[in-house]
């Protein structure tokens, strides 16, 4: 198990009655949104210092990438169904 810190956050009144519908662990759903939040916000930090070493992604670049993420995620693909 990972080490963990306890922590007090306030969030909105609504927000925390929609998270105890979606959940019975609050702190492990909490837990998750972050780690994705930070994925999310190192890949963008990566792809921004790519293009400053390397200029905008092409089209091409963008085109090819969508459809390797689009077959990655499809049904059909064994690595996706075992996820």
Request: proline content about 4%; aromatic content about 4%; overall charge negative.
């Amino acid at each position: 198990m990972a080490e963990t810190t306890r922590i007090t956050v306030t969030l909105p009144t609504a927000h925390v009655e929609e998270l105890k519908k979606l959940t019975d662990n609050v702190s492990a759903y909490v837990a998750e949104a972050v780690a994705r939040q930070i994925r999310h916000q190192l890949r963008e930090e990566e792809f921004e210092r790519y293009e400053e070493e390397h200029g905008a992604f092409t089209e091409e670049e963008l085109a090819e990438a969508r459809a390797r993420i689009a077959e990655a995620l499809s049904p059909d693909n064994p690595a996706a169904r075992a996820a």
